[in-house]
């Protein structure tokens, strides 16, 4: 935990809504429960370590299966399927992951996202964030929901179909870049959906696309998860950066051996005149960051500057706001 300074710190009470119930999982979802649960270690020798290796051999021979959701819309509750074989489905029932996925990300998101906001959510998988914020009965704003890889895709379009809400989030089946053309893309272990890479070396192809080629309505609010590729997608959207002047949330790993790739997402927005926070917990007894959210906790929003950025945590997600959006930004979270 560390320090922070009341002074510049924004800080906020949240309620942490999760808008999704699971009513059932398949057989090949328990077993990945059981495989990726956060264990001690001899629970993890037992449990978790032969959990994997069935998980592992059941997908290799094509094992399936559905689990059943329920989705807490505008419209009222919906029913849906969800695919077992992706296993970022985790978020709904990984117990490291309950009651929120993401709780500091998934509470900045809800309130940075304006009700008549139009939101990018850019590295989708099958849209957590996408359907969170469709979900509340105040938006009227419109989603713009990315994802390339084609299977994953293909869960984040059925949800959206099955939720009744394309008329809130629209699905674009596209890698996001600094140029337009093709690459292949891949999970590194052949598991995890949400470590999909481009350029990785698989058989899957997927379409590249700059941001400011595509002709979709102007960005409030963007969301990037891209797996180390956040500089050229922010690259590829220059033009918007420059002209809307958007809030954008985006993910960073702090790697001490290539400092200059940690760095370079916020150099270019620093040259932008973007200022940065991270977002975190503060404890009600104590004047810190702490690591999860309690009953006592407040959503902190802790201003750094691009040189402190080896001082934080290795993976943060970091909220860059425009120097003269710096007003409406703390009235957000008001």
Request: neutral net charge.
């Amino acid at each position: 935990m560390s320090a922070i300074d009341e002074t510049d710190t924004i800080r906020c009470r949240v309620v942490l809504r999760n808008p999704f119930q699971v009513e059932s999982l398949s057989f090949l979802s328990k077993v990945h429960k059981a495989a990726f649960s956060k264990r001690r270690r001899v629970s993890k020798r037992f449990i978790g370590k032969p959990a994997k290796r069935l998980f592992r051999a059941l997908l290799s021979v094509g094992a399936g299966g559905a689990g059943k959701l329920i989705i807490h819309t505008a419209k009222g509750p919906r029913k849906v399927a969800f695919n077992a074989r992706n296993t970022q489905f985790g978020a709904l029932y990984l117990p490291q992951c309950l009651p929120v996925y993401e709780p500091e990300t998934s509470a900045l998101l809800d309130r940075l996202v304006g009700d008549n906001d139009v939101f990018y959510d850019i590295g989708a998988n099958w849209g957590w964030y996408s359907l969170l914020i469709a979900s509340r009965t105040s938006f009227k704003g419109a989603i713009h929901a990315f994802e390339p890889f084609p299977s994953t895709f293909a869960d984040l379009a059925s949800l959206v179909e099955q939720s009744e809400q394309q008329d809130r989030i629209v699905c674009h089946e596209i890698a996001l870049a600094d140029k337009d053309g093709q690459t292949s893309m891949s999970f590194p272990d052949g598991v995890q959906s949400g470590l999909a890479r481009l350029g990785a070396v698989g058989d899957t192809q997927v379409r590249l696309a700059k941001l400011d080629s595509l002709e979709i309505s102007a960005p409030s609010v963007i969301k990037i998860d891209a797996e180390d590729h956040e500089l050229a997608v922010l690259t590829g959207a220059s033009q918007i950066i420059a002209r809307d002047r958007p809030f954008i949330v985006f993910e960073n790993w702090l790697l001490r051996e290539q400092p200059e790739i940690t760095l370079a997402p916020l150099d270019l927005l620093n040259r932008q005149n973007y200022r940065f926070f991270f977002p975190g917990w503060v404890s009600g007894t104590q004047n810190c960051i702490v690591a999860e959210s309690t009953d006592n906790s407040e959503l902190a929003l802790v201003p750094f500057l691009p040189a402190q950025r080896f001082q934080l945590p290795s993976q943060i997600n970091i909220v860059a706001v425009p120097i003269e959006r710096m007003d409406e930004f703390r009235q957000r979270f008001s």
